[in-house]
C-alpha cells in the first residue's frame, strides 16, 4: 500500500510522524501503525518481517488495554524468531472526539546495542593478573596500587580516610618495602594527602606496634 495514496485518513495524519521515527531510528527500528477495532496493520514501515499493511495484527493484548486509565505501554520485550530482541513502545492515539482510533507500535532492534555493551565490557574488563615483574621496581606505581586499592575496597575516597584506614594504607606500603626508597614518604604524604609529618608519626606508630606484637 503507498502511504501517499491510502484512502484511510489514521495513516495520511499518523503518516509523517511514523516515517520520521523510523528514518532516526532506522534500520533498527520498526514502525507499526494497528487498527484497534479490525486487529489489522494499517501500515508499516521498516519491517522486520513480513508483515505488510492489512496483515493480522496478531495482537492479542490489543484487547486488554484500557485507554482510559493509560495511553503508552512499555518499554517491554519482544522477540523475534531469529532470536533477536526487541523494545517496544505503544500508544493509543485518538482522534478529534478523543476516541482511541489506532495504536502505534515503535519495536527496537537491541542487537547493535548489546553488541556495543559486549564490547565495552571486554575492553574494559582485565583477563589476566597484573604481570608483578614489570612493576617490582616501580616503588611509585606500587604506592599508587596500594592507596587505589583500599579506596576500591572501603569505598572510601582519600579526603575522607580514618585514621585507622591510613594505619592499614602504612602497613602495606611498608610491607611492600616502600619505605626502604629514601624518597618514598613525600610521595606517599602526596597520594594520602597529607603532610609528610603525619606519614612519620603513623609509621612510627605502626612499626611500634608491630614490635610490641
Not at 495514496?5 to 509523517?16: G, N
Request: glycine share 6%.
Amino acid at each position: 500500500m503507498n502511504v501517499e495514496e491510502s484512502r484511510d485518513p489514521r495513516v495520511r495524519t499518523w503518516a509523517p510522524v511514523c516515517r520520521a521515527v523510523a528514518l532516526l531510528l532506522g534500520p533498527y527500528a520498526e514502525v507499526v501503525l494497528h487498527d484497534p477495532e479490525t486487529d489489522r496493520v494499517l501500515e508499516i514501515w521498516n519491517p522486520m518481517t513480513s508483515r505488510r499493511a492489512g496483515d493480522p495484527s496478531l495482537l492479542g493484548e490489543l484487547d486488554e488495554l484500557d485507554p482510559s486509565t493509560q495511553e503508552v505501554y512499555g518499554p517491554y520485550e519482544k522477540l523475534l524468531a531469529d532470536g533477536r530482541r526487541l523494545s517496544s513502545v505503544s500508544a493509543i492515539l485518538r482522534d478529534d472526539r478523543d476516541r482511541p482510533s489506532a495504536v502505534l507500535c515503535i519495536n527496537l532492534d537491541r542487537t547493535p546495542l548489546e553488541r556495543a555493551a559486549a564490547v565495552l565490557s571486554a575492553f574494559g574488563a582485565p583477563t589476566v593478573g597484573r604481570p608483578e615483574p614489570l612493576f617490582e621496581q616501580d616503588w611509585s606505581e606500587r604506592i599508587q596500587h596500594i592507596v587505589g586499592g583500599h579506596v576500591r575496597e572501603t569505598g572510601r575516597p582519600i579526603d575522607r580516610m580514618t585514621r585507622q584506614d591510613r594505619l592499614v594504607v602504612l602497613g602495606r606500603l611498608d610491607e611492600a618495602r616502600v619505605f626502604a626508597v629514601r624518597r618514598a614518604a613525600p610521595v606517599v604524604a602526596e597520594a594520602l594527602r597529607v603532610s609528610r609529618s603525619t606519614v612519620y608519626g603513623l609509621l612510627a606508630e605502626l612499626r611500634a606496634q608491630s614490635a610490641k606484637d
